[in-house]
């Protein structure tokens, strides 16, 4: 099976603007989750989607945002774009059981 | 919600010697506790993961223990080698799927020939 992808890759944004990232899961898994990573700090959850429903949401203000649509394809998005938005962000699907497979990442860089 | 904590932050071991990254957990209810394994640039890998009905588990030189009384878990590698060098995250959650996988901040393993 072909492994999750995320597009785009990479990314450079002025602080202000918005920006979707999306990413699409193994084919038959229906959980995407969404994480932040930076320097230092790990990987830091932002939500999962499962069948097109919010399961869980990490502790990120209302800025960032998501959504899953039938195909399981998930989309996230950041809006009013700050300089501590610059991360690496990466997706990961999961068929259930806890087990789960990252993409490779959005490189995001705010100016 | 869930805690991770995760030691040491930085590890250097000379080629062939064993590696331990020990890892602690707030929440009682977690049952399954996988590692990844991330080279510098590439995305995070699944290397292994034990469910908490299992003490330990093995495959080839990696081995994972887990006590859930004291709620600690620790990856354990054998005979290291140059390409084990890359940073190393433990995570917990609840397979139920009503709760996040909550990870640790990592390790950064090197290894030293």
């Known amino acids: 099976k072909a492994g999750v992808t995320q597009t785009p890759r990479y990314l450079i944004k002025t602080r202000g603007q918005q920006v979707t990232l999306s990413c699409s899961p193994i084919?038959?898994?229906?959980?995407v989750s969404w994480y932040q990573q930076t320097p230092g700090q790990g990987l830091q959850f932002l939500f999962e989607?499962?069948?097109?429903?919010?399961?869980n949401k990490g502790n990120f203000p209302g800025r960032f945002s998501g959504r899953q649509f039938s195909n399981s394809r998930s989309e996230m998005n950041v809006s009013t774009l700050e300089l501590g938005d610059s991360a690496l962000y990466l997706c990961?699907?999961?068929?259930?059981?806890?087990?789960?497979?990252f993409g490779p990442g959005t490189r995001l860089t705010v100016t | 919600g869930e805690n991770v904590e995760q030691h040491p932050s930085t590890l250097s071991v000379q080629e062939g010697d064993s590696a331990v990254i020990k890892c602690t957990y707030s929440?009682?209810?977690?049952?399954?506790f996988p590692w990844y394994k991330q080279e510098l640039g590439k995305r995070p890998q699944l290397i292994i993961d034990?469910?908490?009905?299992?003490g330990e588990k093995k495959d080839q030189r990696i081995a994972v223990t887990l006590n859930k009384t004291a709620k600690h878990f620790s990856l354990h590698i054998t005979e290291t080698q140059p390409e084990d060098s890359a940073v190393y995250f433990c995570?917990?959650?609840?397979?139920?799927?009503?709760?996040?996988?909550?990870f640790g901040k990592g390790t950064r393993l090197s290894v030293i020939a």
């Open positions: 990961a699907s999961s068929a259930g059981q806890g087990k789960q497979y």
């Open positions: 084919s038959g898994h229906r959980s």
């Open positions: 989607y499962f069948s097109e429903t919010q399961r």
């Open positions: 929440d009682s209810a977690s049952n399954y």
């Open positions: 034990i469910r908490s009905n299992v």
């Open positions: 995570a917990a959650s609840s397979d139920s799927g009503n709760t996040p996988l909550v």
